[in-house]
Protein backbone atom coordinates (compact mmCIF):
# COMPACT_ATOMS: atom_id res chain seq x y z
CA UNK A 1 0.00 0.00 0.00
CA UNK A 2 1.26 3.39 -0.91
CA UNK A 3 0.10 6.44 0.22
CA UNK A 4 -0.13 8.19 -3.26
CA UNK A 5 -3.12 9.37 -4.81
CA UNK A 6 -4.92 7.24 -6.87
CA UNK A 7 -6.29 7.70 -10.58
CA UNK A 8 -7.99 4.93 -12.34
CA UNK A 9 -8.89 5.56 -15.92
CA UNK A 10 -10.43 2.92 -18.73
CA UNK A 11 -10.22 2.17 -22.50
CA UNK A 12 -12.30 0.52 -24.51
CA UNK A 13 -11.32 -2.53 -27.07
CA UNK A 14 -13.17 -1.19 -29.86
CA UNK A 15 -10.65 -1.37 -33.01
CA UNK A 16 -7.20 -3.20 -32.90
CA UNK A 17 -5.62 0.50 -32.63
CA UNK A 18 -5.68 2.99 -30.64
CA UNK A 19 -5.40 6.23 -32.62
CA UNK A 20 -3.35 9.72 -32.28
CA UNK A 21 -5.83 10.92 -30.33
CA UNK A 22 -6.36 8.25 -27.65
CA UNK A 23 -2.81 8.66 -26.93
CA UNK A 24 -2.45 12.43 -26.91
CA UNK A 25 -5.84 12.90 -25.15
CA UNK A 26 -5.83 9.87 -22.31
CA UNK A 27 -2.41 7.55 -22.79
CA UNK A 28 0.03 9.90 -22.47
CA UNK A 29 -0.80 11.27 -19.04
CA UNK A 30 -1.74 7.40 -18.16
CA UNK A 31 1.86 6.98 -18.58
CA UNK A 32 2.99 9.87 -16.62
CA UNK A 33 0.53 9.80 -13.73
CA UNK A 34 2.22 6.40 -12.93
CA UNK A 35 5.16 7.26 -10.45
CA UNK A 36 3.42 9.93 -8.96
CA UNK A 37 0.41 8.14 -8.39
CA UNK A 38 -1.17 5.00 -7.63
CA UNK A 39 -2.38 4.11 -10.81
CA UNK A 40 -5.05 2.06 -11.98
CA UNK A 41 -5.77 1.30 -15.85
CA UNK A 42 -8.24 -0.60 -17.24
CA UNK A 43 -9.17 -2.23 -20.77
CA UNK A 44 -13.02 -1.79 -20.22
CA UNK A 45 -14.41 -5.10 -22.47
CA UNK A 46 -17.68 -4.94 -20.92
CA UNK A 47 -18.04 -1.27 -22.10
CA UNK A 48 -17.09 -2.22 -25.64
CA UNK A 49 -20.32 -4.73 -25.66
CA UNK A 50 -22.55 -1.57 -26.29
CA UNK A 51 -21.39 -1.84 -29.78
CA UNK A 52 -21.91 -5.45 -30.34
CA UNK A 53 -18.71 -6.51 -31.26
CA UNK A 54 -17.89 -10.16 -32.93
CA UNK A 55 -16.18 -12.40 -30.13
CA UNK A 56 -13.37 -13.07 -32.27
CA UNK A 57 -12.65 -9.45 -32.77
CA UNK A 58 -13.37 -8.41 -29.42
CA UNK A 59 -10.65 -11.04 -28.07
CA UNK A 60 -7.97 -9.44 -30.29
CA UNK A 61 -8.69 -6.15 -29.53
CA UNK A 62 -8.82 -6.51 -25.82
CA UNK A 63 -5.13 -8.33 -25.67
CA UNK A 64 -3.97 -5.64 -28.65
CA UNK A 65 -5.04 -2.31 -26.56
CA UNK A 66 -2.59 -4.63 -23.61
CA UNK A 67 -0.03 -4.70 -25.52
CA UNK A 68 -0.47 -1.23 -26.87
CA UNK A 69 -0.51 0.33 -23.47
CA UNK A 70 2.50 -1.40 -22.41
CA UNK A 71 4.14 -0.54 -25.74
CA UNK A 72 3.39 3.32 -24.84
CA UNK A 73 4.82 2.89 -21.50
CA UNK A 74 2.21 1.97 -18.90
CA UNK A 75 4.40 -0.71 -16.30
CA UNK A 76 3.24 -3.34 -15.19
CA UNK A 77 5.37 -3.06 -12.14
CA UNK A 78 4.55 0.63 -11.41
CA UNK A 79 0.84 0.47 -12.26
CA UNK A 80 -1.86 -1.70 -12.07
CA UNK A 81 -3.11 -2.78 -15.47
CA UNK A 82 -6.03 -5.26 -15.62
CA UNK A 83 -9.40 -6.34 -18.33
CA UNK A 84 -12.17 -4.77 -16.28
CA UNK A 85 -14.46 -8.05 -16.52
CA UNK A 86 -11.85 -9.73 -14.51
CA UNK A 87 -12.66 -8.00 -11.72
CA UNK A 88 -16.69 -8.80 -10.81
CA UNK A 89 -17.09 -5.94 -8.50
CA UNK A 90 -17.44 -3.72 -11.79
CA UNK A 91 -20.77 -5.28 -12.20
CA UNK A 92 -22.11 -5.41 -8.93
CA UNK A 93 -21.17 -1.63 -8.31
CA UNK A 94 -22.59 -0.62 -11.54
CA UNK A 95 -26.11 -1.86 -10.50
CA UNK A 96 -25.56 -0.11 -7.16
CA UNK A 97 -24.94 3.01 -9.56
CA UNK A 98 -27.84 2.10 -11.45
CA UNK A 99 -30.19 2.68 -8.45
CA UNK A 100 -29.27 5.94 -7.24
CA UNK A 101 -29.16 7.70 -11.26
CA UNK A 102 -32.53 9.19 -12.14
CA UNK A 103 -33.85 8.42 -15.42
CA UNK A 104 -33.78 12.05 -16.46
CA UNK A 105 -30.16 12.32 -15.19
CA UNK A 106 -29.12 9.72 -17.18
CA UNK A 107 -31.19 10.46 -20.22
CA UNK A 108 -29.15 13.87 -20.68
CA UNK A 109 -25.95 12.46 -21.29
CA UNK A 110 -24.43 13.66 -24.09
CA UNK A 111 -22.36 10.57 -25.84
CA UNK A 112 -26.23 8.40 -24.93
CA UNK A 113 -28.15 11.48 -26.48
CA UNK A 114 -25.45 12.09 -29.92
CA UNK A 115 -25.07 8.16 -30.04
CA UNK A 116 -28.84 7.16 -29.55
CA UNK A 117 -29.52 10.11 -32.26
CA UNK A 118 -27.53 8.28 -34.95
CA UNK A 119 -29.30 4.74 -34.55
CA UNK A 120 -32.70 5.49 -33.39
CA UNK A 121 -34.02 4.25 -29.83
CA UNK A 122 -35.51 0.88 -30.89
CA UNK A 123 -32.02 0.13 -32.04
CA UNK A 124 -30.27 1.22 -29.28
CA UNK A 125 -29.03 -1.40 -26.10
CA UNK A 126 -29.83 -0.14 -22.47
CA UNK A 127 -26.29 -1.00 -22.16
CA UNK A 128 -26.08 2.00 -23.98
CA UNK A 129 -27.92 3.95 -21.51
CA UNK A 130 -26.55 2.81 -18.24
CA UNK A 131 -22.68 2.88 -19.66
CA UNK A 132 -22.05 6.19 -17.40
CA UNK A 133 -23.01 4.40 -14.24
CA UNK A 134 -20.52 1.23 -15.59
CA UNK A 135 -17.95 4.12 -15.61
CA UNK A 136 -18.74 5.01 -12.38
CA UNK A 137 -18.40 2.13 -10.68
CA UNK A 138 -14.91 1.55 -12.25
CA UNK A 139 -14.08 4.72 -10.72
CA UNK A 140 -15.47 4.62 -7.30
CA UNK A 141 -14.35 0.88 -6.89
CA UNK A 142 -10.64 2.23 -6.46
CA UNK A 143 -11.54 5.53 -4.51
CA UNK A 144 -9.58 7.67 -7.04
CA UNK A 145 -9.24 10.77 -6.29
CA UNK A 146 -8.60 11.31 -10.27
CA UNK A 147 -9.45 10.44 -13.27
CA UNK A 148 -7.11 11.09 -16.88
CA UNK A 149 -10.02 11.55 -19.62
CA UNK A 150 -10.27 13.65 -22.85
CA UNK A 151 -12.45 16.49 -23.20
CA UNK A 152 -15.79 14.29 -24.13
CA UNK A 153 -15.74 11.89 -20.91
CA UNK A 154 -16.08 15.67 -18.77
CA UNK A 155 -19.97 14.59 -18.41
CA UNK A 156 -19.60 11.65 -17.35
CA UNK A 157 -16.97 12.65 -14.36
CA UNK A 158 -19.37 15.27 -13.28
CA UNK A 159 -22.23 12.17 -12.59
CA UNK A 160 -19.66 10.09 -11.23
CA UNK A 161 -18.80 13.12 -8.96
CA UNK A 162 -22.81 13.22 -8.59
CA UNK A 163 -23.04 9.74 -7.43
CA UNK A 164 -20.79 9.30 -5.25
CA UNK A 165 -21.72 12.75 -2.95
CA UNK A 166 -24.98 11.24 -2.96
CA UNK A 167 -24.04 8.05 -2.14
CA UNK A 168 -22.13 9.29 0.74
CA UNK A 169 -24.89 11.43 2.20
CA UNK A 170 -27.82 9.14 2.21
CA UNK A 171 -25.45 5.98 3.28
CA UNK A 172 -22.32 6.26 5.07
CA UNK A 173 -18.80 8.15 3.87
CA UNK A 174 -17.89 5.67 1.61
CA UNK A 175 -16.61 6.80 -1.58
CA UNK A 176 -13.54 9.36 -2.17
CA UNK A 177 -14.79 12.25 -4.48
CA UNK A 178 -12.78 12.38 -7.89
CA UNK A 179 -12.05 14.64 -10.29
CA UNK A 180 -11.46 15.55 -14.17
CA UNK A 181 -7.88 15.59 -15.11
CA UNK A 182 -8.24 16.55 -18.32
CA UNK A 183 -5.40 18.34 -20.43
CA UNK A 184 -5.95 21.77 -22.44
CA UNK A 185 -3.43 21.41 -24.83
CA UNK A 186 -3.48 18.57 -26.85
CA UNK A 187 -7.11 17.26 -24.89
CA UNK A 188 -8.67 17.23 -28.65
CA UNK A 189 -7.50 16.12 -31.79
CA UNK A 190 -9.24 16.55 -34.76
CA UNK A 191 -9.77 14.21 -38.18
CA UNK A 192 -7.43 14.50 -40.33
CA UNK A 193 -10.00 14.68 -43.49
CA UNK A 194 -12.51 16.67 -41.59
CA UNK A 195 -10.46 18.53 -38.39
CA UNK A 196 -13.90 19.99 -36.74
CA UNK A 197 -14.27 16.73 -36.09
CA UNK A 198 -13.16 14.82 -33.21
CA UNK A 199 -10.51 11.77 -34.26
CA UNK A 200 -12.58 8.99 -33.24
CA UNK A 201 -12.55 5.44 -33.40
CA UNK A 202 -15.98 4.92 -35.15
CA UNK A 203 -15.45 7.68 -37.43
CA UNK A 204 -17.13 6.72 -40.90
CA UNK A 205 -13.85 6.86 -43.11
CA UNK A 206 -10.34 5.36 -41.62
CA UNK A 207 -8.72 8.44 -43.70
CA UNK A 208 -8.53 10.86 -40.91
CA UNK A 209 -7.72 8.47 -38.65
CA UNK A 210 -3.93 7.80 -37.72
CA UNK A 211 -3.43 4.32 -35.95
CA UNK A 212 -0.71 3.68 -33.70
CA UNK A 213 -0.49 -0.23 -35.83
CA UNK A 214 -1.06 0.92 -38.96
CA UNK A 215 1.82 0.60 -41.33
CA UNK A 216 4.73 4.12 -41.33
CA UNK A 217 3.49 4.40 -45.22
CA UNK A 218 -0.02 4.60 -44.36
CA UNK A 219 0.08 7.09 -41.97
CA UNK A 220 2.58 8.88 -43.86
CA UNK A 221 0.04 9.09 -46.92
CA UNK A 222 -3.06 10.34 -44.33
CA UNK A 223 -1.20 13.08 -43.15
CA UNK A 224 0.40 14.17 -46.52
CA UNK A 225 -3.57 14.33 -47.68
CA UNK A 226 -4.58 15.96 -45.18
CA UNK A 227 -7.35 19.30 -45.35
CA UNK A 228 -5.85 22.27 -44.71
CA UNK A 229 -6.69 25.90 -46.29
CA UNK A 230 -6.11 27.79 -49.24
CA UNK A 231 -3.49 30.35 -47.05
CA UNK A 232 -0.16 29.46 -47.14
CA UNK A 233 1.59 30.38 -43.77
CA UNK A 234 1.51 27.94 -41.14
CA UNK A 235 -0.02 29.60 -38.49
CA UNK A 236 -2.34 28.15 -35.03
CA UNK A 237 -5.98 29.73 -35.41
CA UNK A 238 -8.36 26.77 -34.69
CA UNK A 239 -11.42 29.10 -36.25
CA UNK A 240 -9.66 29.90 -39.55
CA UNK A 241 -7.43 27.26 -40.09
CA UNK A 242 -8.50 23.94 -38.39
CA UNK A 243 -6.58 21.39 -40.53
CA UNK A 244 -3.25 22.98 -39.53
CA UNK A 245 -3.50 24.12 -36.32
CA UNK A 246 -4.68 20.11 -36.08
CA UNK A 247 -0.89 19.36 -37.35
CA UNK A 248 0.61 22.13 -35.29
CA UNK A 249 -1.01 20.78 -32.28
CA UNK A 250 0.25 17.26 -33.01
CA UNK A 251 3.44 18.54 -34.18
CA UNK A 252 3.92 20.25 -30.66
CA UNK A 253 2.65 17.29 -28.26
CA UNK A 254 5.22 14.98 -29.83
CA UNK A 255 8.21 17.13 -29.65
CA UNK A 256 7.53 18.30 -26.39
CA UNK A 257 7.56 22.16 -28.17
CA UNK A 258 5.26 25.27 -27.78
CA UNK A 259 2.78 26.15 -30.56
CA UNK A 260 4.95 29.22 -30.74
CA UNK A 261 8.16 27.19 -31.46
CA UNK A 262 6.63 24.73 -33.80
CA UNK A 263 5.33 27.72 -35.76
CA UNK A 264 8.74 28.86 -36.20
CA UNK A 265 10.16 25.75 -36.95
CA UNK A 266 8.02 26.38 -40.22
CA UNK A 267 8.15 30.20 -40.83
CA UNK A 268 8.85 31.11 -44.67
CA UNK A 269 7.97 26.75 -45.04
CA UNK A 270 5.33 25.54 -47.27
CA UNK A 271 2.50 23.29 -46.47
CA UNK A 272 3.94 20.48 -48.14
CA UNK A 273 7.13 20.87 -45.96
CA UNK A 274 5.09 21.30 -42.79
CA UNK A 275 3.42 17.67 -43.61
CA UNK A 276 6.04 15.85 -44.52
CA UNK A 277 8.27 16.70 -41.18
CA UNK A 278 4.24 16.01 -39.13
CA UNK A 279 4.59 13.02 -40.74
CA UNK A 280 8.56 12.25 -39.70
CA UNK A 281 7.52 12.99 -36.26
CA UNK A 282 4.92 10.94 -36.06
CA UNK A 283 6.08 7.89 -37.70
CA UNK A 284 9.09 7.75 -35.68
CA UNK A 285 7.63 8.19 -32.52
CA UNK A 286 5.06 4.87 -33.08
CA UNK A 287 7.70 3.02 -34.84
CA UNK A 288 9.13 1.77 -31.77
CA UNK A 289 5.80 1.83 -30.07
CA UNK A 290 4.10 -0.86 -32.54
CA UNK A 291 7.30 -3.01 -32.82
CA UNK A 292 6.95 -3.54 -28.96
CA UNK A 293 3.19 -3.81 -29.11
CA UNK A 294 3.47 -6.73 -31.98
CA UNK A 295 6.55 -8.28 -30.21
CA UNK A 296 4.21 -8.37 -26.89
CA UNK A 297 1.42 -10.17 -28.74
CA UNK A 298 3.61 -12.67 -30.04
CA UNK A 299 3.64 -13.98 -26.10
CA UNK A 300 0.43 -14.51 -24.88
CA UNK A 301 1.55 -16.77 -21.64
CA UNK A 302 3.84 -13.13 -20.68
CA UNK A 303 0.49 -11.17 -21.09
CA UNK A 304 -1.82 -13.02 -19.62
CA UNK A 305 0.76 -13.56 -16.49
CA UNK A 306 0.80 -9.85 -16.44
CA UNK A 307 -3.37 -9.53 -16.85
CA UNK A 308 -3.43 -12.06 -13.80
CA UNK A 309 -1.09 -9.89 -11.44
CA UNK A 310 -3.12 -6.82 -12.33
CA UNK A 311 -6.36 -8.91 -11.90
CA UNK A 312 -5.83 -9.97 -8.79
CA UNK A 313 -3.80 -6.17 -7.44
CA UNK A 314 -7.44 -4.81 -8.21
CA UNK A 315 -9.69 -6.90 -7.03
CA UNK A 316 -7.89 -6.09 -3.41
CA UNK A 317 -8.82 -3.03 -3.40
CA UNK A 318 -12.16 -3.17 -5.34
CA UNK A 319 -13.44 -6.23 -3.43
CA UNK A 320 -13.17 -3.80 -0.33
CA UNK A 321 -14.85 -0.95 -1.06
CA UNK A 322 -17.80 -3.51 -2.97
CA UNK A 323 -18.02 -4.73 0.53
CA UNK A 324 -17.86 -1.47 2.52
CA UNK A 325 -20.68 -0.33 0.01
CA UNK A 326 -23.30 -3.46 0.49
CA UNK A 327 -22.49 -2.67 4.17
CA UNK A 328 -23.68 1.00 4.44
CA UNK A 329 -26.68 0.20 2.33
CA UNK A 330 -27.90 -3.02 4.46
CA UNK A 331 -26.91 -6.09 2.24
CA UNK A 332 -26.36 -9.03 4.54
CA UNK A 333 -22.94 -10.85 3.76
CA UNK A 334 -22.99 -14.36 3.16
CA UNK A 335 -22.36 -16.32 6.61
P1 LIG B 1 -15.35 6.62 -30.02
O1 LIG B 1 -15.11 7.94 -30.66
O2 LIG B 1 -15.68 5.53 -30.96
O3 LIG B 1 -16.27 6.70 -28.84
P2 LIG B 1 -12.78 7.00 -29.09
O4 LIG B 1 -11.93 7.04 -30.28
O5 LIG B 1 -13.24 8.28 -28.47
O6 LIG B 1 -14.00 6.13 -29.43
P3 LIG B 1 -12.47 5.87 -26.49
O7 LIG B 1 -12.11 4.48 -26.13
O8 LIG B 1 -13.86 6.31 -26.26
O9 LIG B 1 -12.08 6.14 -28.00
O10 LIG B 1 -11.47 6.88 -25.78
C1 LIG B 1 -10.33 6.56 -25.08
C2 LIG B 1 -9.70 7.81 -24.52
O11 LIG B 1 -9.16 8.60 -25.58
C3 LIG B 1 -10.68 8.73 -23.77
O12 LIG B 1 -10.10 9.19 -22.58
C4 LIG B 1 -10.94 9.84 -24.73
O13 LIG B 1 -11.26 11.04 -24.07
C5 LIG B 1 -9.63 9.94 -25.48
N1 LIG B 1 -9.84 10.42 -26.83
C6 LIG B 1 -10.56 9.80 -27.81
N2 LIG B 1 -10.53 10.50 -28.95
C7 LIG B 1 -9.77 11.59 -28.70
C8 LIG B 1 -9.36 12.71 -29.50
N3 LIG B 1 -9.70 12.83 -30.74
N4 LIG B 1 -8.57 13.64 -28.92
C9 LIG B 1 -8.19 13.52 -27.63
N5 LIG B 1 -8.54 12.50 -26.82
C10 LIG B 1 -9.32 11.54 -27.35
N1 LIG C 1 -16.03 6.03 -21.17
C1 LIG C 1 -14.63 6.10 -21.39
C2 LIG C 1 -13.92 4.81 -21.08
C3 LIG C 1 -14.02 4.46 -19.63
C4 LIG C 1 -13.37 5.13 -18.55
C5 LIG C 1 -13.77 4.45 -17.37
C6 LIG C 1 -12.54 6.23 -18.49
C7 LIG C 1 -14.75 3.45 -19.09
N2 LIG C 1 -14.60 3.43 -17.74
C8 LIG C 1 -13.33 4.86 -16.13
C9 LIG C 1 -12.10 6.65 -17.21
C10 LIG C 1 -12.50 5.95 -16.05
C11 LIG C 1 -14.42 6.46 -22.84
O1 LIG C 1 -15.25 6.24 -23.64
N3 LIG C 1 -13.32 7.00 -23.14
Redo the contacts with the bound molecule.
Sequence with gaps: MTNKDRV?????PTHESFHLGNYLGAVKQWVELQDSHDAFYCV?DL?ALTTSPDPAKLRKQTLSSVAQLIALGLDPERCTLFIQSHVPAHNQLAWVMECLTGFGEASRMTQFKDKSAKSGTDRTVVGLFTYPML?AA??LLYQASQ?P??ED?RQ?IELTRDLAQRFNATYKETFTIPSGYILKAGAKIYDLQDPTAKMSKSAESPSGIIDLMDAPEVNIKKIKSAVTDTERDVSFDEKKKPGISNLLTIYSALTNKSIKESEADFSGKGYGDFKGAVAEVVVEFFRPIRAKALELLDDPTHLNKILTLGAEKAEEVANKTLKDTYDAMGIIPRA
Design positions: LSGIQVHMDIVVGQH
